[in-house]
């Protein structure tokens, strides 16, 4: 089968405009993510999919597969656009913005994508009280055969009193296959509890179709604000001396 590892970046992020093209140790943002997939994946299954010029000309100059999709309403959505250019049998989404992206959460989402293709799946992991009552950090509440009952801000699940006790929150890299995607925009329609938690997994399980979740370690660090440039700064030069 074919596993094409999809990378969607765009220059309009309202939080931090430009990130997918921040320099960090000589290097931009998308090209640290494609990096990382690069060690575990063939790099001419690797595409970064966006609407922005500037992304399509820096991978052009720097032998990086890159789709121009224009315009998409969210990650997923260019997703599909990407699958329209690029036939392939799975479409595996890793965040644009995570340029600490584990190696080994990547190659655990391609190893369980071969065992169960047809299957829409994603990363949980253990989800600290801090995180619980963070609205940034989706919790999921999962079935024990890992099918995903649902996922929300919100602190779930609560025990009889509204306390914490034990939680999962979401780790953002996806596998998807074709017919799902396409299903995911004809059907945007139907969907209503997505658009309120801004999260797009949820749309999946508005259309009736199972969603499954695998566990990870989940230790990559997002960029998202400016102080988050100088963390991972930080952390890729521990790593360097480690290393």
Not at 48 to 55: G, R
Not at 130 to 145: L, N, R, W
Not at 203 to 217: A, G, N, Q, S
């Given at each position: 089968?074919?596993?094409?590892?999809?990378?969607?970046?765009?220059?309009?992020?309202s939080?931090?405009?430009?990130?997918a093209?921040?320099d960090?140790?000589?290097?931009?943002?998308?090209?640290?993510?494609?990096?990382?997939?690069?060690?575990?994946?063939?790099?001419e299954?690797?595409?970064?999919?966006?609407?922005?010029?500037?992304?399509?000309?820096?991978?052009?100059?720097?032998?990086?597969?890159?789709?121009?999709?224009?315009?998409?309403?969210?990650?997923?959505?260019?997703?599909?656009?990407?699958?329209?250019?690029?036939?392939?049998?799975?479409?595996?989404?890793?965040?644009?913005?995570?340029?600490l992206?584990?190696?080994?959460?990547?190659?655990?989402?391609?190893?369980?994508?071969?065992?169960?293709?047809?299957?829409i799946?994603?990363?949980?992991t253990?989800?600290?009280?801090?995180?619980?009552?963070?609205?940034?950090k989706?919790?999921?509440?999962?079935?024990?055969d890992?099918r995903?009952?649902?996922?929300?801000?919100?602190?779930?699940?609560?025990?009889?009193?509204?306390?914490?006790?034990?939680?999962?929150?979401?780790?953002?890299?996806?596998?998807?296959?074709?017919?799902?995607?396409?299903?995911?925009?004809?059907?945007?329609?139907?969907?209503?509890?997505?658009?309120?938690?801004?999260?797009?997994i949820?749309?999946?399980?508005?259309?009736d179709?199972?969603?499954?979740?695998?566990d990870?370690?989940?230790d990559?660090?997002?960029?998202?604000?400016?102080?988050?440039?100088?963390?991972?700064?930080?952390?890729?030069?521990?790593?360097?001396?480690?290393?």
């Amino acid at each position: 089968m074919r596993q094409v590892i999809a990378i969607p970046a765009r220059m309009t992020s309202s939080r931090l405009p430009g990130k997918a093209m921040i320099d960090i140790l000589g290097k931009p943002v998308i090209r640290h993510v494609w990096e990382r997939c690069a060690q575990v994946h063939p790099e001419e299954d690797i595409y970064l999919a966006t609407e922005d010029d500037v992304i399509v000309e820096y991978c052009e100059k720097n032998g990086m597969n890159c789709v121009n999709t224009g315009p998409a309403e969210c990650a997923t959505t260019r997703i599909k656009l990407l699958s329209d250019q690029v036939p392939a049998d799975a479409y595996l989404n890793i965040q644009g913005d995570e340029p600490l992206v584990n190696t080994r959460d990547v190659r655990r989402l391609l190893d369980y994508n071969r065992e169960h293709p047809g299957r829409i799946v994603f990363g949980k992991t253990e989800c600290s009280e801090t995180d619980f009552g963070d609205p940034s950090k989706a919790k999921v509440v999962c079935a024990p055969d890992g099918r995903l009952l649902f996922t929300s801000r919100a602190g779930i699940p609560l025990d009889i009193r509204g306390n914490f006790d034990t939680a999962e929150k979401a780790i953002w890299l996806f596998a998807f296959n074709k017919q799902a995607l396409d299903r995911y925009v004809s059907e945007r329609t139907y969907s209503r509890i997505d658009r309120i938690e801004q999260l797009d997994i949820i749309r999946f399980l508005e259309l009736d179709i199972p969603v499954y979740c695998i566990d990870m370690i989940g230790d990559s660090w997002a960029i998202d604000e400016p102080k988050d440039v100088k963390i991972v700064e930080k952390r890729m030069k521990a790593a360097a001396k480690e290393g």
